[in-house]
């Protein structure tokens, strides 16, 4: 139990173009989910905090406006990077929050995203 | 502020032998988590081992074991038995228990090598 999945696993795109990223719960429903980004050989980093229903809450330094989240459902988020430029080029990860039972908590996270912008 | 602190950036260990991982923290909270990720070079993301603060049993899963000492805010993880499989990033993790969106904040990691 406790699977996220994470698509595209990676993807490529021209600058100025946006990314739509999908982060689902399989097994578990997620009310709060997350996004990370990681630097290579670095820690992750929040980016946000996305609420199922409710608006995202950003980390401070993180453009709402440029990393647009959606939270429609108990099981899927996903993360828009608009307008996509070189220095956006980074892996992106999502972690689902388990409410249930003994995992009060804990945090799942998707295999990840490598985003490069050309 | 939470902060998390892990002192050793590298280490490495015989296929077999034991290792122990350093982590501390530092924080003014009473109901907390504490956790121990690892990231192989697949980069998921995998729990190792999760331990809540008013617990004072250590927690353990098959070869990973913590010694959580509260006082010293110290919560260390040990590998028995080490194998290859286990080469990855490990990465602690420590989260306020409560409140709506309990966010992860993580150490810097540990890159382990298990050699043949």
């Known amino acids: 139990g406790a699977v996220v999945s994470q698509h595209p696993s990676r993807v490529i795109c021209k600058s100025g173009t946006s990314v739509k990223i999908e982060c689902r719960s399989l097994?578990?429903?997620?009310?709060?989910m997350f996004w990370y980004r990681q630097f290579p050989k670095q820690s992750l980093m929040l980016m946000a905090t996305?609420?199922?229903?409710?608006?995202?809450?950003?980390e401070q330094g993180v453009e709402k406006d440029k990393f647009l989240i959606n939270h429609a459902s108990l099981t899927l988020s996903t993360l828009t990077v608009t307008s996509a430029h070189p220095e956006d080029s980074s892996f992106y990860i999502c972690?689902?929050?388990?409410?249930?039972?003994?995992?009060?908590?804990?945090?799942?996270f998707g295999p990840g995203t490598r985003l490069l912008v050309l | 502020a939470q902060t998390v602190t892990q002192s050793q950036p590298e280490m490495s260990v015989q296929e077999a032998e034991t290792v122990t991982l350093s982590c501390t923290y530092d924080?003014?909270?009473?109901?907390?988590?504490l956790f121990w990720y690892k990231q192989p070079p697949s980069r998921q993301m995998i729990l190792v081992i999760r331990?809540?603060?008013?617990?004072?049993q250590n927690a353990t899963e098959n070869r990973f074991s913590v010694n959580f000492q509260k006082a010293a805010k110290s919560f260390s993880l040990k590998i028995s038995d080490s194998q290859l499989g286990d080469t990855a990033m490990y990465f602690c993790?420590?989260?306020?228990?409560?409140?709506?969106?309990?966010?992860?904040?993580f150490g810097k990691g540990t890159l382990l090598t298990v050699n043949p």
């Open positions: 993790a420590f989260m306020i228990g409560g409140g709506s969106n309990y966010k992860l904040t």
């Open positions: 996305s609420n199922e229903g409710s608006k995202a809450t950003y």
């Open positions: 924080t003014s909270e009473n109901n907390y988590y």
């Open positions: 331990q809540e603060a008013y617990k004072q």
């Open positions: 097994d578990f429903q997620a009310t709060t």
């Open positions: 972690s689902a929050r388990d409410i249930r039972g003994g995992k009060v908590g804990t945090q799942y």
